[in-house]
């Protein structure tokens, strides 16, 4: 069974860092893709940025210079820097990761990062 664990979020002040780790229970190349999402109260979970199997890198706009979505492959992470943070960077942000050969997607328990103004 596939498990993703997440951990390194947190309160900060606007402007402030964060870095967001994620280790998978298996080998992380054996996934297409890995990433994180993030979900804000009533509404939907959205793609923040993500890496392929290849090292491929895609980030939304809204963190593009900003964010940083980074691998270990010894270590089966996927890691999410954080810079510059915003209050509306606030939510639960979540780890994913893609099946190689089906359409099934893994998810972590969720961290949440809370930003202040």
């Known amino acids: 069974q596939v498990r993703l664990v997440e951990s390194g979020g947190g309160s900060v002040q606007a402007g402030g860092s964060l870095e967001l780790s994620c280790t998978t229970s298996?080998?992380?190349?054996?996934?297409?893709?890995t990433g994180w999402y993030r979900q804000s109260p009533g509404d939907q979970r959205d793609l923040v940025a993500e890496?392929?199997?290849?090292?491929?890198?895609n980030y939304v706009d809204f963190v593009k210079g900003r964010f940083t979505i980074s691998r270990d492959n010894a270590k089966n992470t996927v890691l999410l820097q954080m810079n510059s943070l915003k209050p509306e960077d606030t939510a639960i942000y979540y780890c994913?990761?893609?099946?190689?050969?089906?359409?099934?997607?893994?998810w972590g328990q969720g961290t949440q990062v809370t930003v202040s103004s």
């Open positions: 890496i392929s199997s290849g090292g491929e890198t």
């Open positions: 994913n990761a893609q099946s190689r050969y089906t359409n099934v997607q893994f």
């Open positions: 298996g080998n992380i190349l054996t996934f297409a893709a």
